[in-house]
Nanobody, 128 residues
Framework: QVQLVESGGELVQPGGSLRLSCAAS????????MAWFRQAPGKERDVVAA????????YYADSVKGRFTISRDNAKNTVYLQMNSLKPEDTAVYYC?????????????????????WGQGTQVTVSS
């Protein structure tokens, strides 16, 4: 069983930055691929970024490329999402997810059903 707890969400002005953190309660954090998803009101939950077990491979949704960075610290059982140049359309609840499966291709990392464990989410609001 993996427990995930997100933090760092808050109200920020357009153009601002935030760093989200997701702490995992698990013995072998390095065994899990990790991802951040987000869900805006009335919309589906979509992937934002994903990272492989070692952190050597990362993937990003087109809408956040060049602005967001996903990283992980396996010694601290934590995954991060650094968000820069935030826009009002980034407003959503952000969820951390973990997958203990072998993800064979980029498309697998983008698929929510491949993730077995989810956090409760943290609200990010971008508004002036």
């Amino acid at each position: 069983q993996v427990q995930l707890v997100e933090s760092g969400g808050e109200l920020v002005q357009p153009g601002g930055s935030l760093r989200l953190s997701c702490a995992a309660s698990v013995r072998t954090f390095s065994a899990y691929n990790m991802a951040w998803f987000r869900q805006a009101p009335g919309k589906e939950r979509d992937v934002v970024a994903a990272i492989s077990r070692t952190g050597g491979t990362t993937y990003y949704a087109d809408s956040v490329k060049g602005r967001f960075t996903i990283s992980r610290d396996n010694a601290k059982n934590t995954v991060y999402l650094q968000m820069n140049s935030l826009k009002p359309e980034d407003t959503a609840v952000y969820y951390c997810a973990a997958s203990g499966r072998v993800l064979y291709s980029e498309s697998y990392y983008y698929t929510s059903s491949k993730y077995d464990y989810w956090g409760q989410g943290t609200q990010v609001t971008v508004s002036s």
